[in-house]
């Protein structure tokens, strides 16, 4: 699978990151290099092997459905690059 | 006497016990070294006024007879971990001005311990990295040089401030952070200890996220009792971390005997990489004789998917950390760079405070997770890897620990390795599949290669089993004898 210039500006997207026109170019050579490399996992047999989702074999625990911690609302927002009282501030999303 | 940072942890605790000095005579001799090693860049914030105050409490607490476990010894704390109220930014520009409103747990561990952070170390840029040079603040200069040269060397990533603080005799002790081999790596390019625990072992709670299912912190020291030592003050359950293990930590020190008589060595046949330079070989082969003169049994063993733990990992590494970066969106924390619209102030944003190897590692993540590839490669990639932990598995069924070289390379330096990150990759070829399978693993100095700088070894453990790795470590840091160190350049820099 080779990507194509406007699958990497659609990855670009999808990724949140703004990405020049001039810059697609070089960016699908590099991303294609990458993944040409890892394609050669195709050639291992995995037939009924289950897909690794934890590497030590537990359960999560579980613990009482309550309120454990909260009720700091300026340390939420200490580090914000704008905000209003208790609130993060973005661009107006609603016309 | 030697000077006070020549100490190790044990020298360090040893002293302080019995009143030869005091801690804050050691924090100021660290803050010293500290300062003449500015040249490489190790630290992106120190910390001497705050060290000292902590200095001067662990003071009172010892003569108080309430010193704790690592009681009055300064540290460097990979800029990974955040800290309360002290600048972090994992090495990225994105993270500008960010200041935690609380601490990592291994970051709480390690203070509570008497633990004194005199630096938030350097790293690669979100630790991505094996080289240190993708760091928004520049790199780290490994205090090692080639025998006759004075080209400025890597000294390994991601965790090359920590590597370079250590072997720069400016701490005893640092912390690190290990993906894909991020504190054994950079330990071995700087002829230092890192050790690597088992996935589980210590919290991630609080350490910037790379890839949740990889990431372990470790410790980063000059001998393999040292690293025993602050091990045993990181580790331990915390019900914050959901992968975190509920079981008790082991006095990893007491576990080094001395004695591996019958212990079963696997030396595994894939490991002999292509290419791999002669004085590598070399040492390996003496680290097998070393353990067979101690009494070990040496057995050949295989692993046979060794060569798709690499693919894996660029997979497997890339796609979490896409999930795990898409909280830097300019609106919580760190840098915001404006835009017409939230979509644009986002992209701004995103494309303005990640590195080009953090945008690329992204974008990977998200094309594979993306719908229509998914299968083919994410789920492929996780399927290969559960292939490699059997591996493993099946191997310990033979042996009780595997020795390999750590890196198939010495230290390289700046700009060498060219503008291919395949090339940057294979670095961490022989350190990558103990990190997919979770297992416990160390790097120990063993000798000098070719170019007169060091090179490491590493020893593989069954999951939770630090103490067997520890007691190998043990005997082959004894049979290496290990007491190079590089010439202080930096002092007359």
């Known amino acids: 699978m080779s990507l194509d210039k406007a699958t990497v500006a659609r990855i670009a997207r999808l990724a949140r990151i703004r990405v020049e026109d001039e810059q697609l170019e070089p960016l699908r050579r590099e991303l294609n290099n990458i993944l040409g490399w890892v394609e050669q996992l195709g050639e291992v047999d995995t037939a009924g092997v289950e897909p690794m989702t934890s590497v030590t074999p537990m359960t999560l625990r579980t613990r009482v459905d309550a309120v454990t911690d909260g009720g700091y609302p300026e340390k939420v927002v200490a580090n914000a690059p704008d905000g209003v009282e208790h609130f993060f501030a973005v661009p107006k999303v609603i016309e | ?493």
């Open chain 2, 1 to 493: 006497m030697a000077a006070l940072t020549d100490l190790g942890i044990a020298g360090a605790l040893d002293g302080l016990a019995k009143g030869d000095f005091s801690a804050r005579e050691l924090t100021e001799a660290s803050l010293g070294a500290l300062e003449r090693a500015r040249p490489l860049n190790i630290a992106i914030t120190e910390l001497p006024e705050q060290a000292l105050a902590v200095a001067d409490a662990a003071d009172a607490r010892r003569k108080a007879g309430e010193a704790g476990a690592m009681d009055g010894v300064p540290i460097v704390m990979k800029d990974l971990f955040c800290t309360e109220g002290v600048l972090t930014t994992a090495a990225s520009h994105i993270l500008d001005g960010f200041h935690p409103t609380y601490s990592a747990t291994v970051a709480t561990k390690l203070a509570e311990a008497g633990a004194i952070t005199i630096a938030k170390a350097n790293l690669d840029e979100f630790a991505m990295g094996s080289s240190n040079e993708t760091s928004h603040y520049g790199p780290v200069a490994n205090p090692w040089t080639r025998t006759g040269g004075d080209a400025r060397l890597v000294p390994g990533g991601s965790s090359g401030g920590s590597a370079a603080s250590v072997a720069a005799r400016v701490v005893a002790g640092a912390t690190g952070t290990d993906t894909g081999g991020s504190i054994r790596q950079p330990a071995a390019f700087t002829g230092i200890v890192g050790m690597k625990p088992t996935y589980g072992r210590c919290s991630r709670w609080g350490i910037v996220a790379f890839a949740s299912s990889l990431d372990q912190a470790g410790p980063m020291t000059r001998s393999v009792r040292d690293a025993a030592i602050m091990l045993g003050a990181m580790a331990g359950f915390d019900p914050k971390d959901s992968t975190s293990v509920d079981r008790p930590v082991p006095d990893f020190a007491a576990a080094m005997s001395g004695d591996v008589r019958g212990l079963r060595v696997g030396v595994p046949t894939e490991y002999r990489v292509e290419g791999m330079p002669a004085d590598i070989e070399a040492l390996w082969q003496q680290g097998i004789d070393w353990l067979k003169t101690a009494g070990a049994e040496i057995v050949e063993v295989s692993l046979p998917h060794t060569k798709y733990a690499l693919p894996v990992y660029y997979i497997v590494a890339p796609a979490e950390a896409s999930s795990n970066l898409a909280r830097y969106d300019g609106v919580r924390y760190g840098l915001r760079v404006p835009g017409a619209d939230l979509t644009e102030m986002y992209e701004n944003t995103r494309a303005a405070g990640f590195g080009h190897e953090v945008q690329r590692r992204i974008m990977i993540g998200t094309y594979v997770l993306s719908a229509g590839y998914y299968d083919a490669y994410y789920l492929q990639a996780q399927k290969v890897r559960t292939r490699i932990a059997e591996d493993f598995r099946k191997a310990y069924e033979q042996v009780d620990v595997l020795l390999t070289p750590t890196t198939p390379s010495a230290a390289f330096a700046f700009g060498e390795k060219g503008d291919d990150p395949i090339a940057m990759y294979l670095n961490d070829v022989l350190t990558v599949p103990a990190s997919l399978a979770g297992l416990p693993a160390i790097s120990l100095p063993a000798g000098l290669g070719a170019e007169g700088t060091p090179l490491g070894l590493q020893l593989i453990g069954r999951p939770f089993d630090e103490e067997t790795v520890f007691r190998a470590a043990g005997v082959l840091e004894e049979a290496a004898g290990f007491d190079h160190r590089p010439d202080a350049w930096w002092e007359e820099a």
